[in-house]
């Protein structure tokens, strides 16, 4: 079996499915392949803060209505370290950014209704998908799909099939270069139907562990308790998280803490990851396949909206006006804006947690970093506005 189409993209999470959907909205012909089925990928539980930047390429798809209806809008965070509290005035400081809570979840179905709305081509459950030619003029991808074996014939692919996706392994090894930091510890995580803790979200450096309180609407909240990576979910039970939780918030936050049962819990480990460059010939890569960060800046997500942006404009201006030159400058134009991101939530990681085998003098410098970031109202505005996003360079 054949088919046809201008741009394949890889991978149906959120980044395939902006992708898809604001070229479908340009009149650009895409088909979309995933491996996994549609329940699967609503069930995957991340992130939930999206910067001005991700809710912008929101509206501009045509698929806010929800989220603008039912997303929380935060206009601010609060930092914790040894106890004394610090609230971080986004709006203010940035003159007038916000970011919007609102889960990633949320977001991918709501692209997965516009895209069965608008007609577009999402196949699911895609076996052994294979891009092939991509330096050559027709690229092409095989894959087999209810038994058959079908070739998807394309101008362009996008590969938005995450970290362990088949798109950067189809990337010859010498043509990339890798850079990553492994951090020595994982974030275990506890989602439960019960309200926030904080009307904001709260990032709070203790010395038996980092701990986040963030939520995804105003009666489910999600927490993360920073653990080693030789725990194991089945260590937690859910008392034990709540309790741990209340001994690393100050008093007065963990008495208004309400508890209840877990409807997930998981532990995911910390890693800054790079890959460049990030296309090849006629594939790009997009978000997790090519960039991975801690979340303790809310990037991870919302960068590969940064990627599916300056991806998305090029190929815009490729079909509208034979701009093909371009082409060459996704790579330069992402890692530009993946490498702040980088360096925000490396920041934010080395900033507020408790790293095994740090000596007084660590300790000192940690404590003077936040004291001088919350003190300074130069730094204060350097933590607002990485953290409500960067924003994008001109595509041209």
């Known amino acids: 079996m054949n088919m046809k189409t201008k741009v394949a993209i890889i991978g149906a999470?959120?980044?395939?499915?902006?992708?898809?959907?604001?070229?479908?909205?340009?009149?650009?012909?895409?088909?979309?392949?995933?491996?996994?089925?549609?329940?699967?990928?609503?069930?995957?539980?991340?992130?939930?803060?999206?910067?001005?930047?991700?809710?912008?390429?929101?509206?501009?798809?045509?698929v806010a209505e929800r989220m603008e209806r039912e997303g929380l809008v935060h206009e601010g965070i609060e930092l914790i370290y040894n106890g004394k509290r610090d609230r971080i005035d986004l709006?203010?400081?940035?003159?007038?950014?916000?970011?919007?809570?609102?889960?990633?979840?949320?977001?991918?179905?709501?692209?997965?209704?516009?895209?069965?709305?608008?007609?577009?081509?999402?196949?699911?459950?895609?076996?052994?998908?294979?891009?092939?030619?991509?330096?050559?003029?027709?690229?092409?991808?095989?894959?087999e799909h209810n038994g058959e074996s079908v070739r998807l014939d394309c101008d362009y692919i996008a590969g938005c099939d995450g970290f362990h996706g088949v798109s950067r392994q189809s990337i010859p090894a010498e043509v990339l270069k890798h850079y990553e930091r492994v951090y020595p510890f994982g974030w275990l995580g506890l989602l439960a139907d019960t309200p926030p803790v904080n009307h904001e979200l709260i990032y709070a450096q203790h010395e038996r562990g980092f701990v986040l309180c963030s939520q995804r609407s105003a009666t489910r909240s999600r927490y993360y308790l920073q653990v080693p990576l030789t725990d194991k979910v089945e260590d937690w039970s859910d008392q034990r998280f709540w309790d741990e939780l209340k001994t690393r918030l100050p008093q007065d936050v963990a008495a208004k803490l309400v508890t209840g049962p877990s409807l997930e819990k998981s532990i995911a480990p910390l890693r800054s990851y790079v890959v460049e460059p990030m296309q090849y010939g006629k594939l790009f890569l997009v978000g997790d396949a090519a960039h991975i960060v801690p979340p303790t800046g809310a990037k991870g997500l919302n960068l590969a909206a940064s990627d599916v942006c300056y991806l998305y404009r090029i190929l815009v201006k490729v079909y509208r006006e034979g701009r093909t030159e371009l082409l060459e400058k996704y790579s330069e134009l992402a890692l530009r804006r993946i490498w702040k991101a980088e360096r925000f939530s490396w920041f934010m990681t080395t900033l507020l947690h408790d790293f095994p085998g740090a000596d007084a003098f660590d300790q000192r410098m940690q404590r003077s970093d936040y004291d001088y970031y919350t003190g300074s109202p130069a730094g204060r505005k350097t933590i607002a506005e990485n953290y409500v996003g960067l924003p994008f360079d001109e595509v041209d």
């Open 91 to 143: 709006k203010a400081l940035t003159g007038g950014d916000t970011v919007v809570v609102y889960g990633q979840t949320e977001v991918t179905r709501d692209l997965m209704e516009a895209r069965a709305a608008s007609g577009a081509v999402t196949i699911y459950q895609a076996a052994n998908v294979q891009p092939h030619e991509l330096k050559g003029e027709q690229p092409y991808i095989t894959f």
């Open 13 to 62: 999470g959120p980044s395939g499915l902006l992708l898809g959907q604001l070229l479908h909205k340009a009149g650009i012909d895409n088909i979309i392949l995933e491996r996994q089925t549609p329940d699967y990928v609503l069930g995957r539980i991340r992130a939930g803060v999206l910067e001005q930047g991700m809710v912008n390429m929101l509206r501009e798809a045509g």
